[in-house]
């Protein structure tokens, strides 16, 4: 069965950080690209940022030079440091697979306090 599952959200400090991980199980073949996603109460899903196996990263502005993304292709995993939060980054992030399809994962509760 094909399942993204991400882990290390939780509650932090303004200028805190968090590491979050999405590993992908069920899944035999390397993935293009896989990347991170939130989305706020009452706001639309949006991009954080994105990397492919060849570690080409996309980052949205709000988040370039705070987020760093990652990737250990031999896992199918994939991770973003997020330093500096502020509590305009509380969201559920979500995990992302392109495999000719977006797979999503089922999210984890980022909640920066100020």
């Known amino acids: 069965q094909l399942q993204l599952a991400e882990s290390g959200g939780g509650l932090v400090q303004a200028g805190g950080s968090l590491r979050l991980s999405c590993a992908a199980s069920g899944i035999r073949v390397s993935i293009n690209r896989m990347g991170w996603y939130r989305q706020a109460p009452g706001k639309q899903r949006e991009l954080v940022a994105t990397?492919?196996?060849?570690?080409?990263?996309n980052y949205a502005d709000s988040v370039k030079g705070r987020f760093t993304i990652s990737r250990d292709n031999a896992k199918n995993t994939v991770y973003l440091q997020m330093n500096i939060l502020n509590p305009g980054d509380t969201a559920v992030y979500y995990c992302?697979?392109?495999?000719?399809?977006?797979?999503w994962g089922q999210g984890t509760q980022v909640t920066v306090s100020s």
């Open positions: 990397i492919t196996s060849g570690g080409t990263t």
């Open positions: 992302n697979a392109d495999l000719g399809y977006g797979l």
